[in-house]
């Protein structure tokens, strides 16, 4: 697989224009009970497509990326951060890009200001995994922790995985840059951490779910009210076409492609059997829609 170092991302977004021409920043509210979900943009990531493609049947994939007018060799997937309030907590599941990852995202403090919302309004920040479009928006543009008033959550099993002084030397040079940034951050935070288990209620109403695969400690979120729930899945489901189209394909994206297998399947099953409503990280339009079943997969429904 292509080296993903940081340098490669960047070349890779140079040829597109930054996000000044975004159509949207923030979408459409969808309540649960107490619980109202937005989805707050923080622009779009550029990669190469062999990143997810690489251990695709090529003859298999050529009409799925045809069905999508995708390209093989570049997608550009939204990034959509969950947003949840219910009256007490403002609490914002993952923190996007920052500064330093690629100039295509970032944009984080431009759809909280849309709903006129600042980072010292968000009361909890909690991490779906440690990649860097979703935790290296911690810091600013002087290093400086961006959510002064928030209380920071991370599953265990994340923490310890990142945390780990062998994690650098073990993740392969494709993503050793990754394993350094999120270590850098999350020592900015390590005093003050709340780290949670599979099942555990992190807050009212919300309760962690184990989705390993795409990173060892990878988690999902169920946010309930009575029989009105919704999953946001982060990145075990990671975009709108073969993961729908073909969810028992491994993607070069996951650190351990059979368990991200594994896990899209328990998602997708449990989806469809509650017809439960989905925000996830690089779905389009926002993130908010639905999986249907469509032939021997799924297809994504936004709503």
């Known amino acids: 697989m292509l080296p993903l170092s940081r340098r490669t991302f960047l070349a890779q977004a140079a040829g597109l224009p930054l996000l000044s021409s975004m159509p949207h920043l923030v979408y459409a ?21 062999s990143f997810i493609f690489e251990p695709m049947p090529k003859e298999e994939l050529a009409p799925i990326l045809t069905e999508f007018d995708l390209s093989a060799d570049r997608l550009t997937p939204e990034c959509n951060l969950a947003l ?16 330093d ?40 543009d002087f290093d400086e922790p961006l959510f002064l008033n928030a209380t920071y ?13 062998n ?26 951490v709340i780290l949670f288990d599979d099942g555990q209620e992190i807050l009212p109403g919300i309760a962690a779910m184990s989705t390993p695969g795409h990173t060892p400690g990878h988690m999902a979120f169920e946010v309930r009210h009575g029989s009105s729930a ?13 993961a729908f189209r073909k969810p028992g394909w491994e993607s070069g994206s996951d650190q351990d492609p059979a368990t991200a297998v594994a896990t899209r399947k328990v998602l997708f099953d449990r989806l469809t059997a509650e017809d439960l409503t989905m925000v996830g990280f690089h779905l389009p339009g926002g993130g908010i829609g639905r999986a249907e079943a469509a032939g021997d997969g799924y297809q994504f429904v936004g709503i």
């Open 101 to 140: 990852f690629m100039p295509t995202a970032g944009v984080i403090l431009d759809g909280l200001e849309a709903i006129d919302l600042t980072p010292d309004d968000i009361t909890h920040v909690v991490f779906t995994h440690a990649h860097p479009d979703h935790i290296w928006g911690l810091l600013d």
């Open 153 to 165: 959550m991370m599953g265990r099993a994340e923490w310890d995985y990142w945390w780990n002084p």
């Open 167 to 192: 994690t650098v030397d073990d993740i392969g040079e494709a993503r050793m840059a990754f394993a350094v940034g999120a270590k850098r951050r999350m020592e900015v935070i390590e005093d003050e």
């Open 29 to 49: 509210d969808l309540k649960i009970g107490d619980h109202t979900l937005t989805t707050v943009s923080d622009g779009n990531l550029v990669l190469p497509g």
């Open 230 to 242: 919704a999953l946001i899945v982060g990145d075990a489901i990671g975009n709108h076409h073969v």
């Open 84 to 99: 949840c309030r219910d009256g007490t907590n403002t609490v914002l599941f993952d923190v996007g890009s920052g500064p």
